[in-house]
């Protein structure tokens, strides 16, 4: 089809539940209200880590208002292990052993909320205290206390692998061998919305739980398994809106335990957690360390890249192993470098557990690669850009894990971003007193939709008789926008209106399954599987249009501004509505089809890692500028520029939302955000929004300007690829290359708040490095 | 004790306790589900009410405060069909992603243009400071509060 006949397609639609949005009728989780419903409050752990001697919850249950205590004794299975890959190493409700500040010993359901803290508060627990490791150092050490004794015999449970080429051969050849480490820090999701959950029984028994989620699926397969119950006595629903994700609403956290009180008191049960209670028992950003060694030519080519990632993932498992994968296979960058060798560590540490945050380990990964990428071109005295020049993929690149990845875009990118960067940009502007300014730049490559082993989806689709159609599938839209795309490809596929599209989405019950919101895989994933669905569909429709008009041959029909017609003939048409209604209530067969769609990896080879993990990859490149203060240590983006790959944009309106919030997102890992947890007792410090300081409309650079950059893949639909989730990859390693060229100095630690970049300077005038 | 107020133009009575929370009182009492609990420290914005015309965090604001005064919350800004043009904005050009922020953050806009008809970018982004989203980088928040204003 040519791009100039595409409707709704490429448009810039307003989001399909804008209208309930602005006028504050859209339902998230506090709004699912039931009148006579009880309240959940959680008594959790006083320790990082310790045994539990005696759990006693007598003096909870004669509470008053109290109508239900539970804990791990009600639990039929009581194992999580996120649903992902089979290891079940967490707990639902704490038996012997608490890992980290946020494992949940009772819940407590009472009338009221405050009924409810005051029974969760006097649950009684003996512990004995045992040794806690806080951080990867600790975690190693020969004599540490193991946290998973009965599942992995040390605190690493997994050491990925990706190798290419021979790296100690090479080494040998190279002119220079340059080394740096990079850290990063842990960091919170920050969603507006807190988890919140509701959990009601039918009148037939089934149980059924709304709730905050970008995964119903995973959900049901944890929630059947934990409570001995058959799917088909189960629902999970996601609520109408979700106050945000970014990974942090993935794996189960409160359901079990409403799930368990509904079924113990036989009432509604409703839980919303406080902003504090979120932050401790959520899931976080993993903290990185990352050691480059690379072996480069005097003409900039790097010959050899030895890698070693070390990721702190807390207390469980969670998606940890997920990002490690991402990182190590993805930490050399989008470069051609024959010879890597990358190795990544998950370390589990008494902490707040690491999972899925948007961008899955690349932040870490990009942000450190970028920033050595920086420092080689200084050692060798090249320019920075012409140094990635020199190294970056063409058309093609080889990851470390063997795969061969398709890498058009990035040129495009950074050649749109460097022009974007200038544009009407003046030169002369004046330095305030006591600042100096820089540019740094960060290109990246993205891996989206792993498959682990699959990565599927199923839709179903209907069109009524008056054409209006409805679309079927799991998947949830959490806020990224994600229905408002998947019905534009709707409505281009059928011809029919976005208006007359209902999109149903998050339901056990009444979607077919989706894997779940994550790695940018909806709008090609579940695009892909929406429009394969829909055009069967169009398929009935020219059917019932061949039979009205007396063709043999419905494929000689098209359908053009909700109009089926003949080529060959364009003043026989038929209206999609009508054709609909013929083939419905006259043929005999209504317009519904179904239709699934996957991708798979390969197997893995153990002793080099190679797999063909990552279905598609996205590019980008943002440069920012900085003014850093020497004085008080502040720095203040003034400049950045972003251009992404997107394939093609279904709706550049939405497009350009997902980079500009990426960039604030990651422009709060480079400045700001820290999320501390106490050395003494594993308590999340920084566990209100004061503490945790994300980026306000102040801290936005002035001047952010964002293009997409369309090259179609030749599988998306319409050529399209996700954008989300790679969004706010970049920033980090951009801004702190900025700052860096401002100060002439490596920092190689995020946050850059005031005090380390002060801290940096001093000792730089004393002859170190921080 | 007895509160008297008004919400959304309507007078309004009811009993509250010393502790009572704005907050409480206007989403469990009132049925105002528009106003949202984000974070119960003043610190995101998100359960952001107009009172007496200025924008404030109903979730530290003691609800007896509120006596004899106007309160405004989205349900009385605009609704499906008859919406405010800050509304019509902020669909139109997506200023709403996920949309949690979305009405503390049309509320304090709606406190600023009432009192300041063409705000600079830079006093609009002091405006909404204490305004937190996640999802958008503010960019488009602040486009369509710079075209509400040039609409005027």
Redesign the interface.
């Known amino acids: 089809m040519q791009e100039h006949e595409l409707e709704y397609v490429g448009k810039r639609i307003?989001?399909v539940?804008?209208?309930?949005?602005?006028?504050?009728?859209?339902?998230?989780g506090?709004?699912y209200?039931r009148p006579g419903m009880l309240v959940a409050k959680a008594c959790f752990s006083r320790y990082a880590h310790a045994k539990i001697l005696k759990i006693d919850t007598s003096l909870a249950e004669k509470m008053p208002g109290v109508r239900g205590v539970i804990t791990y004794r009600d639990v039929p299975v009581n194992r999580n292990g996120c649903g992902f890959y089979g290891i079940a190493d967490q707990p639902i409700l704490a038996e012997d052993t608490v890992r980290y500040r946020g494992d949940c010993i009772a819940v407590v359901a009472a009338e009221t909320r405050e009924q409810a803290q005051a029974a969760a508060a006097a649950v009684q627990v003996e512990y004995l205290p045992l040794p806690a490791v806080y951080d990867i150092d600790e975690a190693m050490a020969p004599d540490a206390p193991l946290l998973h004794e009965d599942l992995f015999q040390s605190n690493i449970p997994y050491h990925l692998k990706a190798y290419l080429g021979d790296v100690d051969s090479d080494f040998s050849q190279a002119d220079y061998i340059i080394e740096g480490t990079y850290e990063t820090q842990k960091l919170e999701?920050?969603?507006?919305?807190?988890h919140a959950a509701l959990a009601e029984i039918e009148p037939d028994g089934k149980l059924v739980i709304t709730t905050t989620t970008s995964r119903v699926f995973n959900y049901i397969g944890v929630l059947g398994t934990v409570l001995n119950l058959p799917m088909s006595r189960l629902q999970i629903k996601g609520t109408a809106?979700?106050?945000?994700g970014?990974g942090g609403k993935n794996e189960v956290t409160i359901e079990p335990w409403v799930a368990l009180l509904a079924l113990k008191t036989g009432r509604t049960v409703h839980m919303?957690l406080?902003?504090e209670e979120d932050i401790q028992l959520s899931t976080a950003r993993h903290p990185y360390r990352i050691h480059y060694k690379t072996g480069v030519c005097r003409d900039g080519r790097i010959l050899a890249q030895q890698i070693s990632l070390y990721a702190d993932t807390g207390a469980y498992l969670a998606l940890g192993k997920s990002q490690l994968q991402k990182a190590t296979v993805h930490a050399a960058g989008p470069y051609h470098i024959p010879n890597i060798r990358s190795d990544g560590y998950l370390v589990f540490t008494n902490s707040k557990i690491g999972s899925a945050m948007r961008g899955m380990g690349m932040p870490q990964a990009c942000y450190a690669c970028e920033s050595h990428m920086d420092f080689v071109a200084k050692q060798i005295g090249m320019d920075p850009v012409a140094f990635r020049r020199v190294n970056m993929f063409q058309d093609a690149g080889k990851l470390p894990n063997g795969q061969v990845v398709w890498s058009e875009p990035l040129r495009a990118t950074m050649d749109r971003a460097l022009e974007l960067f200038e544009e009407g940009y003046r030169k002369d502007r004046p330095l305030p007193p006591h600042t100096c300014r820089g540019v740094g730049m960060a290109l990246m490559i993205y891996p989206q939709d792993p498959s682990n082993p699959s990565s599927s989806t199923g839709a179903f689709v209907k069109v009524d008789s008056d054409g209006s159609a409805v679309v079927y599938n799991g998947h949830s839209d959490?806020?990224?926008?994600s229905a408002t795309i998947l019905t534009q490809i709707a409505a281009e596929t059928l011809g029919i209106p976005v208006e007359k599209i209902r999109f149903l989405t998050a339901d056990t019950v009444t979607t077919p399954y989706d894997e779940g919101t994550g790695a940018s895989r909806t709008t090609y994933i579940v695009g892909t599987c929406v429009k394969n669905a829909c055009e069967k569909c169009r398929e009935i429709l020219f059917k019932a249009a061949a039979l009205h008009f007396g063709f043999a041959d419905h494929r000689k029909f098209a359908i053009q501004n909700g109009e089926i017609y003949l080529d060959t003939y364009p003043d026989l048409h038929i209206s999609v509505a009508q054709a609909a209604y013929l083939s419905e209530r006259v043929y005999g067969f209504p317009v519904i089809a179904a239709d699934s769609y996957a991708t798979l990896s390969s197997a893995e080879d153990p002793e080099n890692g190679h797999c063909r993990h990552y279905e598609k990859h996205a590019y980008a490149t943002q440069i920012a500028e900085v003014e850093v203060n020497t004085d008080t240590g502040e720095i203040s983006v003034t400049r950045l520029a972003a251009a992404h790959s997107c394939g093609r944009a279904i709706n550049p309106?939405?497009v350009?939302?997902q980079i500009?919030?990426?960039?604030?997102?990651g422009l709060g890992q480079a400045l700001m955000e820290n999320l501390i947890e106490s050395r003494d007792d594993g308590r999340v410090v920084t566990n209100?929004?004061?503490t945790y300081q994300?980026p306000?409309?102040?801290d936005?650079p002035?001047e952010?300007k964002v293009a997409y950059v369309e090259v179609h893949d030749k599988d998306g639909p319409y050529g399209a690829l996700g954008v989300g989730e790679p969004a706010p990859v970049p920033t980090p390693g951009a801004i702190h290359n900025a700052v860096c060229n401002a100060l002439g100095m490596q920092i190689n630690r995020l946050p850059l708040t005031p005090d380390r970049v002060l801290l940096a300077m001093e000792k730089r005038g004393e002859g170190g490095k921080e | 004790m007895m509160l008297h107020f008004v919400v959304n133009g309507k007078e309004t009575q009811l009993e509250v306790a010393d502790g009572d929370l704005l907050l409480d009182v206007l989403?469990?009492r009132l049925g105002?589900?528009?106003?949202?609990?984000?974070?119960?420290?003043g610190?995101?914005g998100?359960c952001t009410v107009l009172i007496d015309g200025l924008p404030v965090d109903s979730c530290i604001y003691p609800a007896f405060r509120a006596e004899g005064k106007h309160i405004l919350?989205?349900?009385g800004?605009?609704?499906?069909g008859n919406?405010h043009p800050l509304?019509?904005n902020?669909?139109?050009?997506?200023a709403?992603?996920?949309?949690?922020?979305?009405?503390g953050m049309?509320l304090t806009a709606k406190a600023l243009l009432d009192r300041c008809k063409s705000p600079s970018?830079e006093e609009?982004?002091?405006h909404?400071?204490?305004?937190?989203?996640?999802?958008?980088?503010?960019?488009?928040?602040?486009e369509a509060i710079r075209k509400t204003s040039a609409e005027q």
């Open positions: 307003p989001r539940d804008s209208e309930l949005q602005v006028t504050g009728l859209c339902s998230y506090e709004d209200y999701h920050t969603y507006i919305e807190p809106g979700t106050g945000g970014f919303v406080t902003r959490v806020g990224q926008g309106m939405m350009e939302g500009q919030g990426g960039i604030q997102m209100t929004l004061r994300i306000t409309a102040v936005m002035r952010l | 989403r469990d105002l589900r528009s106003v949202k609990r984000g974070c119960e420290t610190d995101c998100a919350t989205v349900e800004l605009g609704t499906p919406l509304q019509k902020f669909r139109e050009l997506l709403a992603q996920c949309g949690f922020c979305t009405p049309l970018e609009i982004r002091q909404i400071y204490g305004n937190l989203c996640r999802c958008t980088g503010y960019q488009k928040i602040v």
